[in-house]
T-cell receptor, first 111, second 113 residues
Framework: RKEVEQDPGPFNVPEGATVAFNCTYSNSASQSFFWYRQDCRKEPKLLMSVYSSGNEDGRFTAQLNRASQYISLLIRDSKLSDSATYLCVVMVSSGTYKYIFGTGTRLKVLA | DGGITQSPKYLFRKEGQNVTLSCEQNLNHDAMYWYRQDPGQGLRLIYYSQIVNDFQKGDIAEGYSVSREKKESFPLTVTSAQKNPTAFYLC????????????FGPGTRLTVT
C-alpha cells in the first residue's frame, strides 16, 4: 500500500461546478499536510497547508481527518484556470522529517 | 524577489557523461531537497540537506551526488552510474520552522541519449 494515495482522475467538470478530492495517508507519524498544484511540465506550487481545524482560501477549502487518516480539497465555482494536477503531500516527523508525495489527481475544467 | 532558481531549464547529454544541475535559493532557508519526477509517478527524494556541509540520502540516491558548501546552493550531479537519468529534476527548500512548507524551483528537464 502506498503511503499517500490519491485517485489519479481525470476529474472532468464543467465551469462553475464544485469538485472534491480526497487523499489518504497511512503513517500515523504524519504531522503536516499540504496541497500543491502542478501544471503540465511545471514545478509544484503550494496551494495551501491543511490545518486540523480546516482552512479556507477563497474558493478552496481543505479539511483534515486524523481519525480516518485523510485530507480533502474542495474547489467551488471551478474556473478553466483550475485545470491542473493536485498533489497531496504529507510531512512525516520521526527524528527527522520527510515529505511524501501522492501521485496527484488530474482536474480538467470544461467550458 | 525571493525564490529558487534552477539552471538550465533543459539539458541534453550523452550516456556516460556526468552532469551537474544547479539550484540556488535566496529565501534564507536552511533545508534543501532534490527530487526526481517521472511521468505518472510522484516525486521521489534523491538527497536532502538540513544544514550547510551536511546532507543525507533520500529514497533513490544511487547514481547521484550532492554538495552543500553554502546555505544558498545545493548542486546535484547525475553520474554515469545512474541507470535511467532522463527525468524532470526539481529542487526545493524549506525553513526549519513549524510550517515546514516546501517551495520548488522551476525544474531542469534532463534528457540522456
Amino acid at each position: 500500500r502506498k503511503e499517500v494515495e490519491q485517485d489519479p482522475g481525470p476529474f472532468n467538470v464543467p465551469e462553475g461546478a464544485t469538485v472534491a478530492f480526497n487523499c489518504t495517508y497511512s503513517n500515523s507519524a504524519s504531522q503536516s499536510f499540504f496541497w500543491y498544484r502542478q501544471d503540465c511540465r511545471k514545478e509544484p506550487k503550494l496551494l495551501m497547508s491543511v490545518y486540523s481545524s480546516g482552512n479556507e482560501d477563497g474558493r478552496f477549502t481543505a479539511q483534515l481527518n486524523r481519525a480516518s487518516q485523510y485530507i480533502s480539497l474542495l474547489i467551488r465555482d471551478s474556473k478553466l484556470s483550475d485545470s491542473a494536477t493536485y498533489l497531496c503531500v504529507v510531512m512525516v516527523s520521526s527524528g527527522t522529517y520527510k515529505y511524501i508525495f501522492g501521485t496527484g489527481t488530474r482536474l480538467k475544467v470544461l467550458a | 524577489d525571493g525564490g529558487i532558481t534552477q539552471s538550465p531549464k533543459y539539458l541534453f547529454r550523452k550516456e556516460g557523461q556526468n552532469v551537474t544541475l544547479s539550484c540556488e535559493q535566496n529565501l534564507n532557508h536552511d533545508a534543501m531537497y532534490w527530487y526526481r519526477q517521472d511521468p505518472g509517478q510522484g516525486l521521489r527524494l534523491i538527497y536532502y540537506s538540513q544544514i550547510v556541509n551536511d546532507f543525507q540520502k533520500g529514497d533513490i540516491a544511487e547514481g547521484y551526488s550532492v554538495s552543500r558548501e553554502k546555505k544558498e546552493s545545493f548542486p546535484l550531479t547525475v553520474t554515469s552510474a545512474q541507470k535511467n537519468p532522463t527525468a524532470f529534476y526539481l529542487c526545493a527548500s524549506s525553513a526549519a520552522d513549524w510550517t515546514y512548507e516546501q517551495y520548488f524551483g522551476p525544474g531542469t528537464r534532463l534528457t540522456v541519449t
